[in-house]
């Protein structure tokens, strides 16, 4: 992973998501959407088309769409 990217959140809830295209990774706090598209498109060769994220209990959490088609294999 990068400096960004801390890990692919693996939870039977992001198992969903990504079944629909959004992945969610745990980010650093002080990233912006912008910098946590550049990343997962650098990281896994894939196109974000949104990116949501999340501050809760002192943790972000990045929510993101690919362009339809798209999709990141997480072991």
């Known amino acids: 992973m990068n400096k960004i990217l801390r890990k692919p959140r693996v939870t039977e809830k992001a198992a969903l998501a990504a079944e629909k295209g959004v992945y ?5 706090k002080d990233t912006n959407k912008i910098s946590i598209a550049g990343a997962v498109k650098k990281e896994y060769k894939v196109t974000p088309v949104k990116v949501r ?3 809760s209990g002192g943790n972000k959490k990045a929510y993101v769409w690919l362009k ?7 072991i």
């Open 24 to 28: 969610v990774f745990n980010v650093e």
């Open 53 to 55: 994220t999340v501050t």
């Open 68 to 74: 339809k088609g798209e999709k990141i294999e997480i």
